[in-house]
């Protein structure tokens, strides 16, 4: 069943519109200007914002109290929600209380490991997966029913969303999983950091070649890169990422006080190229503490200003 949704991203899509996207990580406290501040950097330059839950197994503010907070301001925001910390009792229960403040998107992950952050002795739950998560929300929305099959009163109308890394090993599985995950129900995909065009590109023929393109909305996701040293860090030690080696050179060949500049360039020479390539229906920019830069970004990539949808 396609059940349309109240979702500004969802009109933005289906109307042809190429979408962009950014994203806040909340805080490691619970100070809400730290979310509305960065919201009001970017919030003129994109069509939603997505929320993090507790990224790197972090703790932080939570994503749908944050999410809250862009609500209130008379934003989009977008859901993610990691089943990681949660079972699916509370899943459920967190789908309602965004449904409650009309908050119309959601990003179903997995989530980081909990040894990648400061409580590394916590329980991953895991009672859900990330295809699962995918699942049960259509259910909710669709049948309009609990995984109980209780009724639900006033399902939640979200619009759901999943990530994809085309990069991870191995590589012939990727579009795979996507299909996977395209099967399970997912609407619109943000993908990983997009450093190695080529691969990327490999990813979409292969994407299009199993017709995905024409079910899922796939958003390609940029980071610009401050410096050489960033660029050789997420090479080296961020696992799932392809940063290729002229990337790396181009920045370390660029004066010290001019590699944010170039950073800048690099991102936006890639969102130029990436808007030719059949099945890329937009853009995720993820600006990690940097979101000053996302409206240049937009602006200089021919993205600005954002269409308006009914």
């Known amino acids: 069943m396609n059940v349309k949704t109240p979702s500004k991203l969802e009109k933005i899509l289906s109307a042809g519109h190429l979408a962009v996207t950014s994203e806040c990580g909340p805080p490691r406290g619970s100070d809400s ?7 009001n ?11 993090t839950d507790n990224q790197t197994s972090m703790t932080r503010m939570c994503s749908l109290a ?17 089943t990681r910390d949660r079972n699916r009792i509370a899943i459920q229960s967190d789908i309602l209380g965004a449904s409650s403040f009309d908050i119309h998107n959601i990003l179903c992950l997995s989530g980081d490991h909990q ?10 739950v895991h009672d859900l997966d990330s295809m699962q998560l995918i699942q049960t929300v259509r259910y909710m929305r669709d049948e309009g029913k609990f995984l109980g099959d ?13 990530a994809a890394n085309p990069f991870a090993d191995p590589f012939e599985i990727r579009v795979p999983r996507l299909a996977k995950k395209v099967a399970a129900g997912v609407e619109f995909i943000q993908t990983q950091c997009i450093y190695n065009l080529d691969r990327f590109e490999e990813w979409m023929k292969g994407v299009r070649d199993r017709g995905l393109h024409e079910k899922v909305y796939i958003l390609a996701g940029l980071t610009p890169m401050k410096s050489a040293g960033m660029a050789r860090y997420m090479k080296n030690r961020v696992p799932g990422m392809d940063v290729p ?7 370390a060949d660029t004066p010290k006080e001019k590699q944010a500049e170039e950073g800048l360039n690099i991102c936006i ?13 937009g853009f995720h920019i993820m600006a990690i503490e940097w979101e000053e830069k996302v409206p240049e970004i937009v602006e200089r990539a021919g993205l600005f200003p954002r269409p308006t949808v009914e």
């Open 33 to 39: 200007k730290v979310i509305t501040q960065k919201a």
């Open 41 to 51: 950097m970017i919030k003129d330059h994109v069509d939603a914002i997505n929320i």
């Open 66 to 82: 944050a999410c809250i907070h862009l609500k209130l301001m008379g934003l989009e925001p977008v859901l993610q929600m990691v």
């Open 115 to 124: 040894s990648f952050g400061d409580s590394k002795k916590g329980q991953n």
């Open 150 to 162: 209780d009724e639900i009163k006033r399902p939640p109308a979200m619009f759901v969303g999943a």
């Open 245 to 251: 080696d002229e990337i790396v050179k181009r920045l």
């Open 269 to 281: 020479e890639a969102i130029e190229r990436l808007k030719s390539v059949e099945g890329v229906s």
